[in-house]
């Protein structure tokens, strides 16, 4: 009897494993070559804060990565993405780029840490990634291996299946929006900007609290603000978009932190459009959960 009953439950938690592992079908998608998508995917990595995090530490301009990332489960370190074949993604397609960004995936089927932050970009277009892809694609190789990770022992990527399977359930089917100007913020707030990724409180596992969205959050240094509409108060539209252009907040304070690379390699090299677009989200949309 033990021995049927031991080997039934080896039989579920190994379909269960298969089950949270599925990698997703995806099918054939190139990168495209033309000026215009290399132009698009330019503004994009500064929108999307690709730069934030794998700028090289000593101040490099290019993304080879290196740098420390801190969280709660250990240092992670950005890997180098210039188009170096052996250690960088030169070798990629337009499929690897919609696989890591979209699904967490890496090229051979495994996950990705969510420090990528893969559960907000989902919501990309397939040609936002694909422009990203192109622009990456065009930069000079630079040969550069970031160190390993340094997480707490259990953290192995073993647990993210399962993981992903949690955050989606957990996850709402956030709104469209009938304001063209809002629904853009949407886009660069929830995806490209990732904001939530620091300003959403998260439980215990990691998985964001999405009933508080952008209610703020502690991080390893410091906290994120409450950046929901009944904290902002006296904030206008117009503070709003300036706040994102400079880090100047109305009362003539400065912004610092982790929120000062997000305005100097994300918020600032945004058109002034997208910046409004921005602030009619956060300021004027309903105020309820995930609204
Ligand atoms: C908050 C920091 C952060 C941001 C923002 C970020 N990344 Fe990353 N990225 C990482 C980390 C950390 C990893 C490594 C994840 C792992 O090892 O599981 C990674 C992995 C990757 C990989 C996989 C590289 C490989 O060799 O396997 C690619 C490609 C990538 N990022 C591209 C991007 C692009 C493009 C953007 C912007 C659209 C972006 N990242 C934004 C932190 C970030
Ligand atoms: C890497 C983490 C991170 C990301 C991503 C991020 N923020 Fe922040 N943000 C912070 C931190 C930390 C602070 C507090 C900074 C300080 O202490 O001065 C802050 C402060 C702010 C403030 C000031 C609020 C106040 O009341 O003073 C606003 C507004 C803001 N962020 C908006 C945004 C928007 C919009 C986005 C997305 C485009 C975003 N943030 C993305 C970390 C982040």
């Given at each position: 009897m033990p021995l049927r009953f031991i080997l039934t439950a080896i039989i579920i938690l190994g379909a269960i494993t298969l089950w949270v592992n599925q990698p997703p079908s995806l099918p054939d998608y190139s990168i495209p070559q033309s000026d215009e998508s290399i132009t698009r995917g330019e503004y994009l990595v500064h929108a999307a804060g690709c730069i934030s995090c794998h700028?090289?530490?000593?101040?490099?301009?290019?993304?080879s990565g290196g740098q420390a990332l801190l969280s709660p489960f250990g240092t992670f370190y950005a890997p180098n993405i210039t188009p170096d074949p052996a250690t960088g993604?030169?070798?990629?397609t337009g499929t690897d780029f919609i696989g890591a960004l979209k699904h967490g995936r890496n090229p051979d089927g495994g996950f990705y840490y969510p420090a990528l932050p893969y559960r907000s970009y989902q919501g990309m277009t397939d040609e936002d990634v694909l422009a990203v892809a192109a622009y990456l694609m065009q930069q000079e190789p630079v040969t550069a291996t970031a160190p390993t990770h340094e997480l707490r022992?259990?953290?192995?990527?073993?647990?993210l299946g399962f993981w992903n399977r949690l955050a989606d359930l957990s996850e709402p089917d956030f709104p469209d929006y009938d304001d063209p100007q809002v629904e853009r913020g949407a886009y660069l707030a929830r995806?490209?900007?990732?904001?939530?990724?620091?300003?959403t409180p998260r439980s215990g596992l990691g998985i964001p609290l999405y009933e508080r969205e952008f209610s703020g959050a502690p991080l390893p240094e410091g906290e994120a603000d409450d950046i929901t509409r009944e904290a902002l108060g006296e904030w206008s539209e117009e503070d709003f978009a300036f706040f994102l252009f400079l880090g100047i907040k109305p009362d003539g304070e400065f912004v610092g932190g982790e929120m000062e690379p997000v305005i100097e390699h994300n918020t600032s090299t945004l058109t002034q459009e997208d910046r409004e677009a921005l602030a009619a989200f956060f300021l004027r949309r309903g105020n309820g959960p995930s609204e």
């Amino acid at each position: 009897m033990p021995l049927r009953f031991i080997l039934t439950a080896i039989i579920i938690l190994g379909a269960i494993t298969l089950w949270v592992n599925q990698p997703p079908s995806l099918p054939d998608y190139s990168i495209p070559q033309s000026d215009e998508s290399i132009t698009r995917g330019e503004y994009l990595v500064h929108a999307a804060g690709c730069i934030s995090c794998h700028l090289a530490p000593d101040g490099g301009e290019a993304l080879s990565g290196g740098q420390a990332l801190l969280s709660p489960f250990g240092t992670f370190y950005a890997p180098n993405i210039t188009p170096d074949p052996a250690t960088g993604i030169g070798n990629w397609t337009g499929t690897d780029f919609i696989g890591a960004l979209k699904h967490g995936r890496n090229p051979d089927g495994g996950f990705y840490y969510p420090a990528l932050p893969y559960r907000s970009y989902q919501g990309m277009t397939d040609e936002d990634v694909l422009a990203v892809a192109a622009y990456l694609m065009q930069q000079e190789p630079v040969t550069a291996t970031a160190p390993t990770h340094e997480l707490r022992p259990w953290l192995g990527r073993w647990t993210l299946g399962f993981w992903n399977r949690l955050a989606d359930l957990s996850e709402p089917d956030f709104p469209d929006y009938d304001d063209p100007q809002v629904e853009r913020g949407a886009y660069l707030a929830r995806n490209l900007g990732h904001c939530g990724e620091c300003h959403t409180p998260r439980s215990g596992l990691g998985i964001p609290l999405y009933e508080r969205e952008f209610s703020g959050a502690p991080l390893p240094e410091g906290e994120a603000d409450d950046i929901t509409r009944e904290a902002l108060g006296e904030w206008s539209e117009e503070d709003f978009a300036f706040f994102l252009f400079l880090g100047i907040k109305p009362d003539g304070e400065f912004v610092g932190g982790e929120m000062e690379p997000v305005i100097e390699h994300n918020t600032s090299t945004l058109t002034q459009e997208d910046r409004e677009a921005l602030a009619a989200f956060f300021l004027r949309r309903g105020n309820g959960p995930s609204e």
